[in-house]
């Protein structure tokens, strides 16, 4: 079936090849005129009874309307035109809207196509060393969304191995995850001298997983990294076939850890409680389970469509505004490169995941609504301190939603235009010219944006640093 732009230029071909007004189809039709122009302009779907009144009064047939291709050249470059005026890249720009008249010729509109090409390809040309890791990635969050973020078969998994060992709800405890570990033949190794491209290793000859030793007492990342590494003998994973397939099974083996600390069953029924009581609140969810708040975050966007019906999004921002990590299924405009991709793009500065960064306390979330082209959102914000950056987990709901949480009541409130540029990063009117030419700035710039894709069985870490590891503890006791 045709999408809309395409529709709408077929219905326009067919009613001028029949010599046809608006007027005339109107009348045929018994629909308004203005109505008709909409549909014309991809504007507006219509009906099926309407549109096969329509096809009656051009005498063609509906199924010619609905055909996917250009009814002509001149046509495919008008819908070409829109589709490029659409995209983010161009948005970003802050220009008007080119609508290709009658007087506009098919030479100055092939110009003017062949120009949003080249800005397209120069667009994806700036990040074609790890385009291949960003449109995997782009995929994956594309997939995610549309099961809302709940992959069932891993929650049975994950209940079956924590049942095993007679766990069900509050803190899982190391010596727990031990056992899980010797419940599927590893055992845990403790070692100093990991490769430094890699935050865990897993010896399936002899059994063992390493895992550097706990930096602050009690450690608690250790146990999702250790769960991580049995995620992968419980779900079977094999060396990856490509990046996409390597992004897959980090992130399966990511949601089996998040579902070991935290229990589908304890974790519904807590979550279903607070809702009753219209106090929702990641810190809790993270206090009750002894987790991280980004681990308590990413853990609720699992849960919260699927048994508590809430639609949402979650964001993880550098303290200098770059997306690091983001999903979403209540319609944020989440900032997007020309592949589609937001991680290292940058949020608005009027977000709230940016907004946290100027509190003098973090110990205890931002609240904000926000309001933005898609709607309000009620959101929270917790910021944190990391290597080498300051960052911020941001949980947001629709403001429909915002009754079910705690910090509902915040009096911060702030508006977002963007993708406008005009909103947060185009200076204000006369400001550039006063400046130009008499300020200089030193840009900040991160190694990883040079580095090539990596390369290797596994994407990112040195294949001689892991087999020689391998081979020196090969020879040392469990």
């Given at each position: 079936m045709?999408?809309?732009?395409?529709?709408?230029?077929r219905?326009?071909?067919?009613r001028?090849?029949?010599?046809?007004?608006?007027?005339?189809?109107s009348?045929?039709?018994?629909?308004?005129?203005?109505h008709l122009?909409?549909?014309?302009?991809?504007?507006?779907?219509?009906r099926?009874?309407?549109?096969?009144?329509i096809?009656?009064?051009?005498?063609?047939s509906?199924?010619a309307l609905?055909d996917?291709?250009p009814?002509?050249?001149r046509a495919?470059l008008?819908?070409?035109?829109e589709?490029?005026?659409a995209?983010p890249?161009?948005?970003?720009l802050?220009?008007?809207?080119?609508r290709?008249?009658?007087?506009?010729?098919?030479?100055?509109l092939?110009?003017?196509?062949g120009?949003h090409?080249e800005?397209?390809?120069?667009a994806?040309q700036a990040?074609a060393?790890?385009?291949?890791?960003?449109?995997a990635?782009?995929?994956l969050r594309h997939?995610?969304?549309?099961?809302?973020n709940?992959?069932?078969?891993?929650?049975?998994?994950?209940?079956?191995?924590t049942?095993?060992?007679?766990?069900?709800?509050g803190?899982?405890?190391h010596r727990?995850?031990?056992?899980?570990?010797?419940?599927?033949?590893l055992a845990?190794?403790?070692?100093d001298?990991?490769?430094?491209?890699?935050r865990c290793?897993v010896?399936?000859?002899?059994?063992?997983i390493?895992?550097?030793p706990?930096?602050i007492?009690?450690?608690?990342?250790?146990?999702?990294?250790?769960l991580?590494?049995?995620?992968h003998?419980?779900?079977?994973?094999?060396?990856p076939?490509?990046?996409?397939d390597?992004?897959?099974?980090r992130?399966?083996?990511?949601?089996f850890?998040?579902?070991?600390?935290m229990?589908?069953?304890?974790?519904?029924?807590?979550l279903?409680?607070?809702?009753?009581?219209?106090n929702i609140?990641?810190?809790d969810l993270?206090?009750?389970?002894?987790?991280?708040h980004?681990?308590?975050?990413?853990r609720?966007?699992?849960?919260a469509?699927?048994?508590?019906?809430?639609?949402?999004h979650?964001?993880r921002?550098n303290?200098?505004?770059?997306?690091?990590?983001?999903y979403?299924?209540?319609?944020?405009p989440?900032?997007l490169d020309?592949t589609?991709?937001t991680e290292?793009?940058?949020?608005?500065?009027?977000w709230s995941?940016?907004r946290?960064?100027?509190r003098?306390?973090?110990?205890?979330?931002?609240y904000q609504?926000?309001?933005?082209?898609a709607?309000?959102?009620?959101?929270s914000?917790?910021t944190?301190?990391?290597?080498p950056?300051?960052f911020s987990i941001?949980?947001?709901?629709?403001?429909?939603?915002?009754r079910w949480?705690?910090g509902r009541e915040t009096?911060w409130?702030?508006?977002?235009?963007?993708?406008d540029?005009?909103?947060?990063?185009?200076?204000?009117?006369?400001l550039?010219e006063r400046?130009?030419?008499?300020g200089?700035a030193?840009?900040?710039?991160?190694?990883?944006?040079?580095?090539p894709?990596p390369h290797?069985?596994?994407?990112?870490?040195d294949?001689?640093?892991l087999?020689?590891?391998l081979?020196?503890h090969?020879?040392?006791?469990?």
């Open positions: 045709a999408d809309l732009t395409t529709l709408g230029r219905v326009r071909h067919f001028a090849a029949a010599g046809l007004t608006l007027d005339q189809v009348d045929a039709t018994g629909t308004a005129p203005s122009s909409l549909i014309e302009n991809g504007r507006r779907e219509p099926l009874s309407l549109l096969e009144a096809a009656e009064a051009l005498g063609v509906a199924a609905l996917p291709t009814p002509s050249p495919a008008e819908i070409e035109l589709r490029a005026q995209a890249a161009y948005r970003e802050g220009l008007p809207h080119l290709p008249t009658r007087a506009m010729t098919d030479e100055t092939r110009a003017v196509v120009l090409r800005l397209d390809r120069r994806r990040i060393t790890p385009e291949q890791a960003r449109q990635n782009t995929q997939d995610m969304r549309a099961v809302n709940y992959l069932p078969e891993i929650e049975l998994l994950a209940q079956e191995s049942s095993r060992v007679g766990h069900h709800s803190a899982l405890t727990t995850v031990a056992q899980m570990a010797d419940q599927v033949g845990i190794v403790h070692t001298d990991l490769p430094h491209s890699a290793v010896d399936m000859d002899r059994g063992r390493y895992i550097p706990a930096s007492p009690g450690g608690h990342g250790l146990r999702s990294l250790a991580q590494a049995i995620a003998q419980v779900l079977e994973h094999r060396p076939e490509d990046y996409g390597f992004l897959r099974q992130l399966e083996a990511s949601y850890a998040a579902a070991c600390l229990p589908r069953a304890a974790s519904v029924a807590f279903a409680e607070a809702k009753r009581e219209h609140a990641i810190e993270r206090d009750a389970f002894g987790v991280t980004e681990a308590a975050a990413l609720f966007t699992n849960l469509t699927e048994h508590l019906g809430l639609t949402l979650y964001v921002v303290g200098d505004g770059t997306v690091t990590g983001a979403e299924n209540d319609g944020l989440l900032p020309a589609g991709s290292g793009e940058v949020v608005c500065r009027f995941a940016r946290a960064f100027a003098r306390t973090r110990t205890t979330e931002h609504y926000t309001d933005t082209p709607g309000t959102f009620f959101e914000t917790q944190g301190t990391g290597n950056d300051d941001t949980l947001g709901v629709p403001y429909r939603e915002s949480f705690r009096p409130r702030e508006t977002s235009t963007c993708p540029a005009a909103c947060c990063r185009r200076p204000a009117d006369g550039a400046w130009e030419g008499k200089w030193s840009p900040r710039v991160r190694s990883h944006l040079f580095a894709l290797g069985t596994y994407p990112g870490v294949d001689r640093e087999y020689e590891f081979e020196s090969a020879g040392l006791d469990a």
